[in-house]
């Protein structure tokens, strides 16, 4: 079975992919935890740096994304661009602001006071749609991503170019 990814404004088809058997989908799921693991122990300002490397990606690649998204699912160019360089500011947000976020606290409770800590959980699986394609993605995957996690993205099937 394929994925067909059909252009809506000229319904000529754009492309197909192939449906993703479930042994690769496991071996995928081995590989993002086994990278979990090594992940977790990877410092802020690492994970700092390289999600801002992201966003500058994000940026220089925002034509042709733009491009994609627009020819893919019929998204207005501007607005496709316009997300796009939301999704390097969400990248350059995490960056600078997760490890401050993510830092151990303790906060006032009924009982008193309670100690609060926040470690990475693992693999996450995000199942996104289709109407905001590469922010949906972005706004989980920075944030679970700088906390130390991994991400498996289950895009919605009419924007497979995107998820791509």
Same mark, same amino acid.
């Given at each position: 079975?394929?994925?067909? /990814?059909?252009?809506? !404004?000229? %319904?000529?088809? *754009?492309?197909?992919?192939?449906?993703?058997?479930?042994?690769?989908?496991?071996?995928?799921?081995?590989? +993002? #935890?086994? @990278?979990?693991? *090594?992940?977790?122990?990877?410092?802020?300002?690492?994970?700092?740096?390289?999600?801002?490397?992201?966003?500058?990606?994000?940026?220089?690649?925002?034509? /042709?994304?733009?491009?994609?998204?627009?020819?893919?699912?019929?998204?207005?160019?501007?607005?496709?661009?316009?997300? *796009?360089?939301?999704?390097?500011?969400?990248?350059?947000?995490?960056?600078? #602001? !997760?490890? %401050?976020?993510?830092?151990?606290?303790?906060? =006032?409770?009924?009982?008193?006071?309670?100690?609060? =800590?926040?470690?990475?959980?693992?693999?996450?699986? @995000? *199942?996104?749609?289709?109407?905001?394609?590469?922010?949906?993605?972005? =706004?989980? +995957? +920075?944030?679970?991503?700088? !906390?130390?996690?991994?991400?498996?993205?289950? #895009?919605?099937?009419?924007?497979?170019?995107?998820?791509?």
């Amino acid at each position: 079975m394929t994925i067909q /990814s059909v252009n809506p !404004a000229t %319904e000529q088809l *754009i492309e197909e992919y192939p449906e993703t058997p479930p042994e690769t989908v496991n071996l995928r799921l081995q590989m +993002a #935890h086994e @990278a979990q693991l *090594i992940w977790r122990d990877v410092s802020f300002e690492e994970r700092a740096k390289r999600m801002r490397s992201l966003a500058q990606i994000l940026r220089d690649e925002t034509e /042709s994304l733009a491009r994609l998204s627009t020819t893919e699912m019929g998204k207005p160019i501007t607005q496709a661009r316009s997300e *796009i360089e939301k999704c390097a500011w969400v990248c350059d947000y995490y960056a600078e #602001h !997760a490890e %401050e976020f993510l830092r151990p606290r303790t906060e =006032r409770t009924k009982g008193g006071r309670s100690y609060v =800590r926040s470690d990475p959980l693992g693999v996450v699986l @995000a *199942i996104m749609p289709w109407n905001f394609p590469y922010w949906q993605a972005f =706004r989980a +995957a +920075a944030p679970a991503v700088m !906390a130390g996690n991994v991400v498996v993205l289950k #895009h919605a099937s009419n924007v497979s170019g995107v998820s791509q």
